[in-house]
């Protein structure tokens, strides 16, 4: 089939690849426009757009509800547009173009996780599995009828961008399979259930705060699911920020203090304590404000901080 591809970061780029790679022909990549990044604000492109560009295939960055979009769409003659994580609401006059209309790749087995943030929710949620749905788009948020899925193990270590990274691999075989099915005429598409429906929003700041309140599972859970994007972090004493990396295991033989009350921070030579609600938990890597990211004992010699101080007093009950 003749495809449009619609995609941004990076996440999107295996499944671009693998339909490059297929025997389908990807006619035009849309994506977003290039946007001002880094202390300079300088423009860069897209991932999306770089892959393209050495793919040497055109790339579109009209915005949807642009005038003569859908004019542009119907002279690219295509049978179907594949989307990953593209970033735009589509309206419905662009939907009904391509014969098959936009065939959506999201990160999670619909109608569970619907929204923007579907593996870091299902993390933040300790869900143990979840996976990739392929589904028509509609003018619902993630509600259209499901063509396929795929499952996939969330570890018991997993970050958000651990987990994205193996289903954005795993997730793009299942778009091209779908792809391949269509063409075919060998799929029709089955309507998502009305139970098991959850809402994955597009993570904030404030969801990215840790409570050292909350049982140490659940603080586990936000680090992971906040890691690489939007960050966790956590207040030192004034309330100056502190970037929170994912949680360390001790090695075997070190004394772990517990009678540390829920944000209160010890520490030796190798480790970086911190009290939750229900037990002590050890630091990873933490990014204080200015600087590059580092051991949390690194970090506390170099702050020279005093034992016993309360992390995040600021934030509790936020």
Same mark, same amino acid.
């Given at each position: 089939?003749?495809?449009?591809?619609?995609?941004?970061?990076?996440?999107?780029?295996?499944?671009?690849?693998?339909?490059?790679?297929?025997?389908?022909?990807?006619?035009?990549?849309?994506? +977003?426009?290039?946007?001002?990044?880094?202390?300079?604000?300088?423009?860069?492109?897209?991932?999306?757009?770089?892959?393209?560009?050495?793919?040497?295939?055109?790339?579109?960055?009209?915005?949807?509800?642009?005038?003569?979009?859908?004019?542009?769409?119907?002279?690219?003659?295509?049978?179907?547009?594949?989307?990953?994580?593209?970033?735009?609401?589509?309206?419905?006059?662009?939907?009904?173009?391509?014969?098959?209309?936009?065939?959506?790749?999201?990160?999670?087995?619909?109608?569970?996780?619907?929204?923007?943030?579907?593996?870091? +929710?299902?993390?933040?949620?300790?869900?143990?599995?979840?996976?990739?749905?392929?589904?028509?788009?509609?003018?619902?948020? /993630?509600?259209?009828?499901?063509?396929?899925?795929?499952?996939?193990?969330?570890? +018991?270590?997993?970050?958000?961008?651990?987990?994205?990274?193996?289903?954005?691999?795993?997730?793009?075989?299942?778009?091209?399979?779908?792809?391949?099915?269509?063409?075919?005429?060998?799929?029709?598409?089955?309507?998502?259930?009305?139970?098991?429906?959850?809402?994955?929003?597009?993570?904030?700041?404030? /969801?990215?705060?840790?409570?050292?309140?909350?049982?140490?599972?659940?603080?586990?859970?936000?680090? +992971?699911?906040?890691?690489?994007?939007?960050?966790?972090?956590?207040?030192?004493?004034?309330?100056?920020?502190?970037?929170?990396?994912?949680?360390?295991?001790?090695?075997?033989?070190?004394?772990?203090?517990?009678?540390?009350?829920?944000?209160?921070?010890?520490?030796?030579?190798?480790?970086?304590?911190?009290?939750?609600?229900?037990?002590?938990?050890?630091?990873?890597?933490?990014?204080?404000?200015?600087?590059?990211?580092?051991?949390?004992?690194?970090?506390?010699?170099?702050?020279?901080?005093?034992?016993?101080?309360?992390?995040?007093?600021?934030?509790?009950?936020?």
């Amino acid at each position: 089939m003749r495809l449009l591809f619609a995609g941004t970061p990076a996440v999107a780029v295996p499944a671009l690849r693998a339909l490059v790679e297929s025997e389908h022909e990807v006619v035009a990549v849309l994506t +977003r426009a290039d946007a001002r990044k880094g202390r300079g604000r300088q423009l860069f492109p897209s991932d999306v757009k770089q892959a393209a560009l050495e793919f040497g295939i055109p790339v579109i960055t009209d915005r949807p509800r642009s005038e003569g979009f859908v004019e542009q769409l119907e002279a690219l003659d295509v049978e179907c547009a594949a989307v990953v994580a593209y970033g735009e609401i589509l309206p419905v006059d662009v939907l009904d173009v391509p014969t098959h209309g936009w065939i959506n790749l999201h990160f999670s087995v619909l109608p569970a996780w619907r929204g923007a943030a579907p593996v870091q +929710r299902a993390i933040m949620a300790g869900d143990e599995v979840t996976g990739a749905s392929t589904f028509r788009i509609e003018q619902g948020l /993630d509600t259209g009828p499901v063509y396929g899925m795929m499952t996939e193990t969330i570890r +018991r270590t997993d970050t958000s961008g651990d987990l994205l990274g193996r289903l954005s691999e795993s997730g793009a075989h299942l778009l091209v399979g779908t792809m391949d099915a269509l063409a075919q005429g060998a799929i029709n598409p089955v309507p998502q259930g009305v139970e098991g429906i959850s809402l994955a929003p597009k993570l904030t700041s404030v /969801d990215a705060c840790v409570q050292w309140r909350h049982p140490k599972h659940i603080v586990d859970r936000v680090i +992971r699911g906040c890691t690489p994007e939007p960050g966790a972090w956590t207040t030192l004493p004034g309330g100056t920020r502190l970037g929170v990396g994912p949680l360390s295991n001790v090695a075997r033989g070190v004394e772990v203090p517990e009678d540390l009350t829920p944000g209160e921070l010890r520490f030796t030579k190798k480790n970086v304590f911190v009290g939750t609600g229900s037990g002590t938990v050890t630091l990873g890597n933490v990014t204080p404000v200015g600087k590059k990211t580092m051991n949390a004992a690194d970090w506390v010699r170099g702050a020279r901080l005093e034992q016993g101080i309360i992390l995040g007093t600021e934030n509790e009950g936020k």
